[in-house]
């Protein structure tokens, strides 16, 4: 498959990540804190370096969304790249390999290139507006299972869960009980693309930001699924929630997100 020129940087910038990531991986000896559980790493530090300047080399006036700065570069310019350097940060530390860089190119307001690249596990998934979704080079499609007793979904909490667990845990019960079973995997890139090849049925988290989702999201669509938030809108790349599936069980999830 031939990808356009802002594809290709996507792919090239993922594999500069990835490099740092496995030079570091099950070295990392010092941890910072965001948060009280969440995490952060020279690898992370270094991966975003080295992508934003791959990036940079391509596109010196695009604007960048990245996790590991607190400011947006904004350029007048309709092009934006949304990174996550280290996506599974959690795993990443304690030597777990699901892990991945995610990169999406947003143009005016849709992703047109994404890259999910899980270094460790050996798996790039790229997509592109119009082209379709792949991985390792293979044409992949979601899912066709239409009941959801039959269905395998993937979740993720949010860091803020012990502050304000009710409607986390509550979504967890409801799905639990409706679905074959149920898996959480640390990765909410890593958890869309799943669902984009068909391995997931669907996915829902709360309380993610863009650069965990923007990649994943056009896997997930030019696959075949369906993207919205909770209320079956379209507020979920900035929104804080997501819901991804297969489309065929696209509503009966929603209708048990809501669900009291």
């Known amino acids: ?15 500069a990540g990835s490099e740092v990531l496995l030079k570091y991986f099950n070295k990392i000896k010092e941890i910072e804190y965001k948060g009280i559980i969440d995490p952060v790493t020279i690898a992370d530090k270094q991966s975003q370096k ?3 300047n791959k ?6 006036l695009h604007n960048i969304i990245a996790e590991e700065k607190d ?45 999910v690249y899980a270094p460790a596990l050996k798996e790039l998934f790229v997509a592109e507006k119009g082209k379709g979704s792949f991985l390792n080079g293979k044409k992949i499609k979601v899912s066709v299972i239409k009941e959801m007793i039959r269905a395998l979904p993937v979740t993720g909490f949010p860091y803020y869960v012990r502050e304000n667990s009710d409607r986390v ?4 019960k409801n799905i639990m009980l409706e679905t074959q079973g149920l898996r959480r995997f640390g990765s909410a890139a890593i958890d869309l ?3 984009a090849c068909g391995r997931f049925d669907f996915f829902w988290e709360e309380g993610l930001k863009p650069w965990d989702a923007a990649a994943g999201i056009l896997l997930v669509e030019e696959a075949g699924g369906k993207v919205s938030d909770y209320k079956n809108g379209n507020d979920f790349l900035f929104g804080q929630n997501i819901v991804a599936s297969n489309k065929l069980l696209h509503k009966q999830v929603i209708k048990t997100l809501n669900e009291k």
């Open 50 to 52: 080295a992508i934003i």
């Open 55 to 60: 990036i940079k080399l391509s596109f010196p």
């Open 169 to 172: 845990l509550n979504n967890f």
């Open 71 to 115: 400011t947006f570069l904004k350029q007048d310019n309709d092009y934006c790249w949304i990174i996550d350097p280290l996506d599974g940060t959690v795993n990443y530390v304690h030597g777990v390999p699901t892990f991945c860089i995610s990169i999406g190119l947003q143009y005016k307001n849709q992703i047109v290139s994404s890259v």
């Open 1 to 15: 498959m031939k990808f356009n020129k802002f594809t290709n940087v996507a792919i090239e910038s993922a594999y």
């Open 193 to 195: 693309a799943y669902v």
